[in-house]
């Protein structure tokens, strides 16, 4: 889609592509861009950062579709930078169907191996990882994680590659059928029933400060604990009882994990 200077969204034949619109879904999916949103509204409040993100009013008694910018794109005709966005399936030199065939561990190393800030973006899979874990986040996979590089027009490197912001977070043990799923990438062995152990376990792996760790852990729990109590739907017409009641079961979800952390 794109989103003009005064507001009006058009698809985006012949114009800039700004905005992707993710209307709602069938089959039981039709709360999915409410969870989206309220995932990604989530992880804003604990610290990542999240494209800019609405929920738009839809036609002919459809649910909100949610509405995402672009965060590989210039933002102005003055922003000068080049910019590349690299899943980590192409990281890592994998076809897209062996996306749920890595490790946590895997990322990690291949995250230090190429960023530009090794430090922040190793402790930044972890607290990502125990974000997904926390909101039952089942589709955390290879191609929804990714690397964004940055340069200017000259140089033959990039002078930032990091952690692209998320994206794509869904709480999907809400949707029916699914109300059993675990992690899509396996941590300590493990893809369900995950423990402060597990994530621990991650810093020798990785070479990962233990003090840094323990202190992001806790930042994700604390801050996370706090949002679930904050964020709130829109008011937006084509909100229904339905939805609504998807986004409370989701909260609770979230809190009982949180509650559940040891």
């Known amino acids: 889609m794109y989103l003009d200077p005064e ?11 700004t905005h992707i ?6 089959n039981g999916f039709e709360a999915l861009p409410l969870i989206e949103w309220t995932a990604l509204a989530l992880g804003r409040e604990v610290g990542f950062t999240v494209p800019a993100t609405a ?8 649910l909100p579709a949610l509405l995402v910018e672009r965060f590989d794109i ?3 005709n003055d922003d000068h930078r080049l910019l590349a966005m690299e899943d ?4 890592l030199a994998l076809p897209p169907e062996a996306k749920y065939d890595v490790t946590i561990e895997r990322i990690a190393r291949a995250v230090r191996s190429l960023s530009t800030a090794p430090e922040e973006d190793v402790l930044l899979v972890l607290k990502r990882a125990l974000f997904a874990w926390l909101i039952a986040d089942g589709d955390m996979h290879l191609k929804n994680m990714a690397l ?9 490197t990039f002078s930032s590659v990091r952690m692209a912001p998320l994206y794509d977070a869904v709480t999907t043990r809400v949707f029916p059928h699914l109300t059993g799923d675990r992690m899509a990438l396996t941590l300590n062995g493990r893809d369900d029933k995950l423990r402060r152990t597990d994530f621990r376990a991650l810093t020798t792996t990785v070479d990962l400060r233990t003090r840094d760790a323990e202190a992001g852990i806790d930042e994700v729990l604390n ?3 706090a949002a679930t109590s904050v964020i709130k739907l829109p008011a937006l017409s084509g909100l229904n009882a339905e939805g609504e009641a998807m986004v409370e079961k989701m909260l609770a979800l979230c809190r009982s994990r949180i509650e559940a952390f040891d």
């Open 21 to 26: 619109l993710k209307p709602a879904g069938t």
């Open 7 to 17: 507001g009006r969204l058009t698809p985006s034949t012949g114009t800039p592509f």
């Open 55 to 62: 929920l738009i009013a839809m036609p002919d008694d459809m």
């Open 88 to 91: 980590l399936c192409s990281v």
């Open 74 to 76: 210039r933002e102005s």
């Open 148 to 156: 964004l590089k940055t340069t200017q027009a000259g140089p033959t």
């Open 223 to 225: 801050r996370l604990h």
